[in-house]
Nanobody, 126 residues
């Protein structure tokens, strides 16, 4: 059974940085598409950053140049480095995975994810 556990959330002032981690169990990490999503109060969940099955990355326009997704296949861990944080980045951040092959150029890329972590809160104050 696939298990995903996020950590690294917290409170930070605008302009600060945080690094989220997502530890995974129960599958071969490198064979999955992986992503970070977030959900702010009163808003729909949105894809933030992702890896497709070829290892290509994609980012939401709102985080390009500020966030970096990375992974360590040997440690089965996914990361999200978040720099220059803004109050609008405040949300619960979730890591997600899906085993089926997908491309970041697939219009349904963000809709394919079926395994989810429990989420970690990120709060950015002005």
């Amino acid at each position: 059974q696939v298990q995903l556990v996020e950590s690294g959330g917290g409170s930070v002032q605008a302009g600060g940085s945080l690094r989220l981690s997502c530890a995974a169990w129960g599958y071969t990490f490198s064979s999955y598409c992986l992503a970070w999503f977030r959900q702010a109060p009163g808003k729909e969940r949105e894809g933030v950053a992702g890896f497709d099955s070829a290892g290509s990355t994609t980012y939401a326009d709102s985080v390009k140049g500020r966030f970096t997704i990375s992974k360590d296949n040997a440690k089965n861990t996914l990361y999200l480095q978040m720099n220059s944080l803004k109050p609008d980045d405040t949300a619960i951040y979730y890591c997600a995975a899906v085993k089926s092959p997908s491309s970041i150029y697939d219009v349904s890329f963000w809709l394919r994810f079926g395994y989810w972590g429990q989420g970690t809160q990120v709060t950015v104050s002005s």
